[in-house]
């Protein structure tokens, strides 16, 4: 929770995380590496390289970008969230090795310059089978590189949270690159059904999974959206939101995160201020709402991290009326406290009548 | 998500969504032999 730049703050999670990756990476790229000689013993250990280090982050994307859905709509792949920028940095140093290894190998043994030749090798644009693939690979890796360059909190706070988020949703269209690059590109001399399988099955996951987290949200989010805004909104029933925990609301198009602890009601912004995590998924520990996703803190009163920390969530006036937890969707500015609904035993109790009444 | 995606967003990744697999499967199918 800094402004200034400071290098990564290693802690034991974070060592395991990256030692993981590590280990799985190496292991990866050397079974990819010793059976690309069994198969093929005239291959270069240069042609080698570029395989597995292309295979390596074409699989590693297909991670990185199932993480995001997986956790909408399961939150024990949270642990996986936590970090995903390493996944995202090691994916671009697999693409990175992969490019510099095949622009040496392909470009770099004429008079021209090997980005140039890249360039202008091919041209056959309307072409599927001799498109200029790697053209595609180029401006994938150039994504990928200015992603992983910005993935840092001092780039999240000198470009601003919505200039962030826009640059690292290119993700998206870098995935459909580099889809189109193996497919123009190795798949087109692919003989065999198994490749093009493995990675229509990839692409059918990542949309699948895509698909599917947005179907979820979409029906959480209409519950509380239909019909004109009042004042106040009836959201759900006290004991609808578990101890130290919260329920996430959508209200005038924008997702509240509604707390309960020690019998008190607080609602704030769901959007984490840090990486727009979503606190309606986090819990209350020791007084503050933690971001499931890096930790960040918030008083759930007052939307404000604990001194010396300065972030601030808008927060919203909250009502309780037999039972029912009321929410005016009108956010109070960043940092406003407001005194939390008090849960009275009457509260509970019609919450409990209510029910035996609709078992009954 | 965290906030719902604005209406520009989800269009774009509703193209990509389908534009990906068109031209999936047809740069397999094109392909020589």
Known sequence: MSTAYRAVGWNRQKLRYDATIATVVFSVLAVFVLGGLVIDPNATIETLVIRACGVGALLLLHVVLAIGPLCRLDPRFLPLLYNRRHLGVTTCALALTHGVFALIQFHALGDVNPLVSVLVTSREYLSLADFPFQQLGLLALVILVLMAATSHDFWLRALSAPVWKALHMLVYPAYALVVGHVVLGALQAERGPLLPTILCAGVALVIGLHVRAAQVERRRDTNHSAGAAPAFIDVCGVDDIPECRAKTVCLAGERVAVFRYDNRISAVSNVCRHQNGPLGEGKIVGGCIVCPWHGYEYEPASGRAPAPFTERLPTFSVRLESGRVLIDPTPHPPGTYLEPARVAAADRSVVARSADARTA | ?33
């Open chain 2, 1 to 33: 998500m965290i906030r719902p995606l604005r209406r520009a967003h989800r269009f774009a990744l509703g193209v990509l969504a389908i534009l990906i697999p068109v031209l999936l499967v047809a740069a397999l199918l094109a392909r020589r032999g």
